[in-house]
């Protein structure tokens, strides 16, 4: 069966390192989008992707970076880490249709920066 | 922003009522989704709206939108403890999916 997931499940880091979660789709999706999600705030969209070389920023994009050199694949990395950057992470994609599709999640990263 | 506001934050209901949760949003979408995430869990997409459509069906489940107000509802019936969890709504313009702050639901058995 097709999936997305993600890795690691729990990561821990200090503050000034650089962190990059994995997210892996075999829907062979067009689209994949990272978002973080923190209490108070659902989920905020950080960076998203319609295919491959394609990355655009999203509502909070600062500190964060993210490449597509396959369909499978949009890593997301943490340039240096920084104690806001504590959250929850997902990764999600979906068909790429104009009027727009359905997505799937993975079950989350959760990160820590200490 | 296209973000959805969910509304109320939080609701407490008995089991066998019914639960209705509130989105508003800011812009143009070409469709409205539903979503429900149980603790610790990833987002399982419930049900999809498109802009021209008015009301949907699936199951429990009924959502209707209304594009004049910006505005959806997701009703659940006869509802379950299983359906405890939190509910967002996600706003799509051109494949941008944005979400609000979701409803927190409790069904007490």
């Known amino acids: 069966d097709a999936e997305i997931t993600q890795s690691p499940r729990h990561k821990i880091t200090e503050t000034g390192r650089q962190v990059t979660l994995a997210c892996h789709q075999t829907?062979?999706?067009?689209?994949m989008f990272w978002y973080r999600q923190d209490l108070g705030h659902g989920l905020r969209l950080i960076h998203y992707?319609?295919?491959?070389?394609?990355?655009n920023k999203g509502e909070v994009s600062d500190g964060y970076s993210v490449s597509r050199s396959n369909t499978e694949d949009l890593p997301l990395t943490l340039e240096s880490a920084a104690s806001s950057q504590t959250s929850v992470y997902f990764c999600?994609?979906?068909?790429?249709?104009?009027?727009?599709?359905?997505?799937?999640f993975g079950q989350g990263t959760r990160l820590t920066v200490v | 922003s296209q973000q959805g506001e969910e509304d109320p934050q939080a609701l407490s209901i008995q089991e066998g009522e019914n639960a209705t949760m509130n989105c508003s949003y800011k812009?143009?979408?070409?469709?409205l989704q539903w979503y429900r995430q149980n603790s610790g869990r990833g987002l399982v997409h419930l049900i999809l709206?498109?802009?021209?459509?008015r009301e949907k069906h699936s199951g429990r489940l009924r959502v209707t939108l209304d594009t004049s107000k910006k505005s959806s509802s997701l009703l659940i019936t006869a509802s379950r403890a299983a359906d405890t969890a939190s509910y967002f709504c996600?706003?799509?313009?051109?494949?941008?999916?944005?979400f609000g702050a979701g409803t927190r639901l409790t069904v007490k058995p």
């Open positions: 999600a994609s979906s068909e790429f249709r104009g009027e727009g599709t359905e997505a799937f």
């Open positions: 829907w062979n999706h067009n689209n």
């Open positions: 992707s319609y295919g491959v070389q394609d990355t």
């Open positions: 812009t143009s979408i070409n469709n």
């Open positions: 709206i498109r802009s021209n459509e």
């Open positions: 996600a706003t799509t313009l051109n494949n941008d999916m944005r």
